[in-house]
């Protein structure tokens, strides 16, 4: 990611944030449009849920400019994943309903370099999420700990 890239993602979500509570029912909405075996993952609140994605959301675009500092929780948070059945296949459409939640609600806001830097953004998290909760390395080491 670019520096570019981090201005636009997080100027967009700041356009995002009065929306916010709209925009987490929609991300689940969608996500369970297109990825239905998700659906059981989510055995609470959906309200409850779509406030937790946003306040993540808020802490990780709020990190982009110094993505090391956010690693560590972005880690730990696959790892819980893991847990709860989450699978590396999953990720694809969570990113997909992402990018669907944030061209619905931000509308002409959400152009093609705000796509592109979201994606880019979205890639390089989901990459180390995937990376440290399914690789074979990452399997030995939750079972060391």
Avoid: C
């Avoid at 939640?101 to 093609?112: I, N, P, V």
């Amino acid at each position: 990611m670019t520096p570019e890239d981090v201005d636009i993602v997080q100027s967009s979500f700041a356009t995002v944030v009065p929306i916010s509570d709209a925009a987490g029912r929609m991300f689940y909405g969608r996500l369970s449009n297109i990825a239905p075996d998700v659906r059981p993952l989510f055995r609470g609140d959906l309200d409850e849920q779509s406030r937790k994605l946003m306040q993540m959301l808020a802490t990780v675009v709020g990190g982009l400019s110094d993505l090391e500092k956010i690693i560590p929780a972005a880690q730990k948070l696959a790892v819980r994943h893991v847990d709860y059945g989450v699978t590396a296949a999953q990720y694809e459409p969570v990113g997909e309903a992402l990018i669907w939640t944030l061209s619905e609600g931000l509308g002409d806001q959400f152009d093609a370099d705000a796509e592109a830097a979201w994606r880019r953004a979205y890639a390089a998290l989901s990459g180390v999420m995937i990376e440290v909760a399914y690789e074979p390395s990452a399997t030995s080491n939750q079972e060391e700990a």
